[in-house]
């Protein structure tokens, strides 16, 4: 069991973090944009990263798994050790027995991680964003000057007080089109 439990190990930990990183560098570009474009601190950017990892997580810890079993069994057919298994008496059911201790530890992790981590993560993602767009929001916005941070709208500001939270002699012009609403 040991034997087999380190042959799935290294293989489904390589996939978890390989697979993670793909799909978190999809991430990477947007969030990469927030700290050079928005001046928004690397600290609030990476507390957003963390907060997209479980829901990533519950993707690739399956495909992770299946890899991890498609590789040890591979591995142990290729170097004739399930023959070796089976001459000194070990059944294919026992030796199928630390891949089914694999599959139900990864999938109960799995369910823990939808239910109970993805939903707080979820929340926790919207709420550090709102924090993060409330607080540069006018960071986009120049004194008299035409500015089209707002996907349709121009906005022209006469004044932004220096805490920059109150606007003054705003001019806000909506270019969308509205037969696509």
Excluded: H, M
């Excluded at 990533?56 to 069994?73: F, H, K």
């Excluded at 964003?129 to 916005?141: D, E, G, P, Y």
């Amino acid at each position: 069991d040991r034997y087999v439990a380190l042959e799935l190990g290294a293989p489904f930990a390589l996939g978890v973090g390989v697979l993670t990183f793909f799909l978190v560098i999809d991430q990477v570009y947007q969030l990469t944009d927030l700290v050079i474009a928005k001046q928004v601190p690397f600290q609030l950017v990476l507390s957003l990263l963390l907060f997209l990892l479980p829901p990533l997580l519950s993707l690739t810890l399956p495909v992770a798994l299946l890899l991890a079993v498609l590789i040890a069994c591979g591995r142990l057919s290729g170097d004739l050790e399930v023959a070796a298994l089976k001459a000194s008496g070990v059944g294919p059911l026992r030796l199928f027995r630390p891949f089914l201790v694999a599959g139900l530890l990864v999938s109960a992790l799995i369910g823990c991680l939808t239910l109970i981590v993805n939903p707080w993560a979820s929340g926790a993602f919207q709420k550090q964003l709102f924090k993060i767009l409330q607080s540069r929001a006018v960071t986009a916005i120049q004194e008299r000057a035409f500015s089209g941070a707002f996907a349709g709208i121009v906005l022209y500001v006469e004044e932004v007080s220096p805490s920059q939270v109150a606007l003054r002699g705003i001019l806000a012009s909506d270019e969308r089109n509205p037969g696509l609403s």
